[in-house]
């Protein structure tokens, strides 16, 4: 049975065909009259959206005054997108940019909750990219809220697609790290980009970053690009690492290079080292990995909660508790193995030498 809404957008009206069936139309003032789909139907909006900007006078439209396409501009010219990091602006610039080109025309105080439930599903296939849409129209709106250029949120209930089963980016092993110093030795760029990522814990935006300027007597000091409050993190310079750096090759003020010693961005970066990784027989292997066989060895080494969040820049120990339970609970099994093989094993009860036989 069709649900009728309570209120019904602008210009729609609602009639009962001779069947019985609930029929909407869209018709502003003595324009044509439009069908549209059932209420509930996932191509309403984008229907109703259509007809509407249909009927808006052409000076309107080329102008773009309250289009979705206008909405963004204005915020992408705000603080609080000046505020975001490089990377996220990046990320959200080609979000941004194909909704315009998509849906830019439509009125952007038509974008209901269910617009966005729409762009979410029309990206379901790929989760990631669906969390970063909403990342990225939920930026905008909470910032029309601020700005009072909306009075509600279409984003605020909208939940993010379920994450895929399984731990995300692989994590490295020991074998991994050892095939790729095999096949980069000392004295290639790539060995430095492994080190660099391994003995530092940075993530790839921050890592790329680093240079000869952030290290002072042993200890490389850097503000993360990820934190929420940009936390500053102090690593010391381990021998392996200090070694690997004073034979190179590295840049001044980044010690992570290309082939022209120049520095490379988070996403070029990327790129180059999973080459680095297949040609060293490491598929879907990624730079995060790296990042989670550090935290793992830190963890297995002993390293408390609050000792991984200082070093790995995390906040709120969710993170870091992942890697220290799970260091705990294998040495708990180990614990448990030897106690069971223990209490397996046969008691051997020695019973001395034989004593010498008397003679005569």
Not at 208 to 213: C, P, T
């Amino acid at each position: 049975m069709q649900v009728m809404p309570k209120k019904l957008p602008p210009f729609v009206t609602v009639e009962r065909s001779r069947h019985g069936k609930v029929v909407f139309y869209f018709r502003k003032d003595k324009g044509m009259r439009t069908r549209l789909p059932d209420f509930n139907a996932p191509t309403f909006d984008e229907k109703y959206l259509t007809a509407l900007a249909a009927t808006e006078p052409q000076k309107h439209a080329k102008a773009g005054a309250g289009s979705l396409a206008w909405l963004i501009t204005r915020y992408k010219d705000s603080g609080a997108y000046a505020a975001l990091s490089t990377a996220t602006r990046r990320q959200r610039d080609n979000i941004l940019k194909g909704v315009a080109t998509k849906a830019g025309h439509h009125p952007f105080k038509s974008i209901s909750r269910k617009s966005i439930i729409n762009g979410r599903e029309a990206r379901a296939t790929t989760p990631a990219q669906a969390r970063n849409y909403l990342d990225a129209m939920r930026g905008m709106f909470r910032w029309a809220v601020d700005a009072e250029l909306i009075s509600a949120d279409p984003t605020e209930t909208v939940k993010n697609p379920k994450r895929q089963d399984g731990d995300g980016f692989i994590a490295w092993s020991e074998d991994d790290v050892t095939a790729f110093e095999k096949r980069w030795q000392a004295g290639t760029k790539e060995r430095v980009w492994l080190h660099v990522l391994l003995y530092t814990g940075l993530r790839r935006g921050d890592a790329v970053r680093l240079g000869k300027q952030h290290i002072r007597d042993g200890v490389a000091t850097i503000k993360t690009e990820k934190s929420k409050f940009k936390m500053e993190v102090s690593i010391p310079i381990l021998p392996v690492l200090a070694e690997t750096l004073a034979t190179g090759p590295t840049g001044d003020l980044a010690l992570i290079v290309g082939g022209n010693r120049k520095p490379l961005t988070k996403e070029s970066f990327g790129n180059y080292f999973r080459v680095a990784c297949n040609e060293a027989g490491l598929k879907r292997r990624s730079a995060h990995g790296v990042r989670k066989i550090g935290a793992t060895r830190a963890a297995e080494a002993g390293a408390t909660d609050k000792e991984l969040d200082a070093l790995f820049g995390w906040e709120g120990g969710m993170m870091s508790k992942l890697y220290t339970q799970k260091a705990e609970r294998k040495q708990l099994a180990k614990q448990a193995s030897e106690k069971i093989e223990n209490a397996q094993r046969p008691h051997l009860v020695s019973a001395g030498p034989h004593p010498a036989k008397k003679l005569g």
